[in-house]
């Protein structure tokens, strides 16, 4: 039997910073809409509907070319994927600040949505690849956590705070394109292909394996169970992101400056979400994570739907909704997707699960969001989010436990 190679920790490490942070732009990018709206609504004479529009259009676009570029990526390689959709999506934020209405933001959005789309399984696989099996949860929890954490956490505040010094919205997206550009950069001299040898001869990652027809690979158990939890949290994290700012000011009546305390919640219980559910799971399990946490977004969200204006209260709910939501995001399109596909088709996995989850969850259910807030009231969307995760509860019961350290996990197997 071969003698199994030595692991490139070093690799590892530098590789899941690096992916982080270019997760966490990407999420900057994303975001950046939701709390500039209010201030692009009177300019460009934009409605609840047509924010719940942009943000599903964005989402659409991502999620058919997540599905598409995951297999391009195994095919190809990560790198080719990876440096081109940084870059694009980097210059298409900036793009967005010279706007003039509805028809120009939404070729934008979408035009972004196909680069963003590209980068996220790609990311999220080569995370997997340069991690050991035993911390492949925390690690890929860990790069997809910047996106929470810079996309509503940090987008809220930053965008509110430079208004106060900014002429106009439209320099906020200006000086969003220039950190994506650099990071660009970094993964061109740092990110190496599965199977690279480093400098000191220590592989990189797992080489690429088995290719199997798309056929073959849907008809994995938690490969669906993934797509259908996804859609899920999807509905209750994006829902809230993208209606959440102006259930703020426009029912709840707080300032702009509360808002943006309130609406970082989401990005910072996200951030700690993110590798704390799949951290987590590597311990208790996959099944027995994403159970407990649709439960506990589900209490949550309740309780979010019944507070009045109280921003610390409002902030602390909101918190642990995103701490649940965002965990379950990076536990389906992490180490559950990963695990239930072989190592030649993992961004291929982590593709149709983020893709399809994104293109209902992220992309359909901002659109239906946006009709109930313009035609019922806005705080009615809040029940669209809490229906989504009610029903993950009873689909996470039917994952199969899949983590390592719940069902064996041997060096010799793996190096085989």
């Avoid at 598409?68 to 990560?78: A, E, K, P, Q, Y």
């Avoid at 399990?285 to 589900?298: D, P, V």
Wanted: glycine residues 14%; proline residues 6%.
């Amino acid at each position: 039997m071969a003698k199994p190679s030595a692991h490139d920790t070093s690799y590892e490490w530098k590789a899941v910073t690096i992916l982080a942070l270019g997760f966490g732009l990407m999420g900057l990018d994303r975001w950046l809409l939701a709390p500039m709206f209010p201030f692009m609504m009177k300019d460009l004479n934009l409605s609840y509907q047509d924010l719940g529009l942009l943000i599903g259009t964005l989402g659409l676009a991502w999620g058919v070319f997540s599905i598409t570029m995951g297999r391009v990526s195994d095919g190809i390689g990560r790198r080719k994927v990876l440096i081109p959709a940084a870059i694009a999506f980097s210059c298409l934020s900036g793009l967005s600040g010279v706007a003039t209405g509805l028809v120009s933001l939404l070729v934008i959005r979408t035009v972004m949505g196909i680069a963003e789309g590209s980068f996220c399984p790609t990311s999220v696989a080569a995370a997997g690849e340069a991690s050991h099996p035993k911390r492949r949860g925390l690690n890929q929890g860990l790069q997809q956590s910047a996106f929470p954490l810079f996309g509503l956490g940090l987008a809220p505040i930053i965008a509110t705070q430079l208004m106060g010094v900014l002429p106009s919205w439209h320099y906020v997206f200006f000086l969003s394109a220039v950190p994506g550009l650099i990071l660009a950069w970094l993964m061109y001299k740092v990110i190496r292909e599965p199977g690279a040898a480093a400098p000191s001869g220590l592989p990189a990652a797992p080489a690429r394996g088995e290719t199997l027809s798309w056929k073959e690979l849907l008809r994995r158990r938690n490969l669906l169970l993934g797509v259908g939890s996804m859609l899920c949290a999807m509905t209750g994290i994006f829902v809230v992101g993208a209606m959440v700012p102006n259930y703020l000011t426009d029912y709840l009546k707080l300032t702009p400056q509360q808002m943006g305390l309130v609406v970082s919640a989401i990005g910072i219980g996200g951030f700690f979400g993110e590798f704390g559910v799949p951290g987590i799971s590597d311990f208790i399990g996959r099944k027995a994570a994403a159970f407990l946490s649709f439960i506990g977004a589900a209490l949550a969200l309740y309780g979010f739907a019944r507070l009045g204006a109280s921003p610390w209260a409002l902030f602390g709910v909101l918190l642990l909704v995103s701490f649940f939501c965002f965990g379950l995001l990076a536990l389906m399109t992490g180490p559950v997707a990963t695990e239930a596909a072989p190592p030649g088709m993992v961004a291929s996995a982590i593709g149709i699960v983020s893709g399809l989850g994104e293109i209902f969850g992220g992309g359909v259910a901002p659109v239906v969001a946006g009709f109930i807030a313009q035609h019922h009231g806005i705080q009615y969307t809040l029940y669209l989010a809490l229906g989504g995760v009610a029903v993950g509860v009873v689909i996470s019961f039917f994952l199969k436990e899949t983590a390592p350290r719940k069902v064996g996990y041997r060096p010799q197997a793996q190096a085989s």
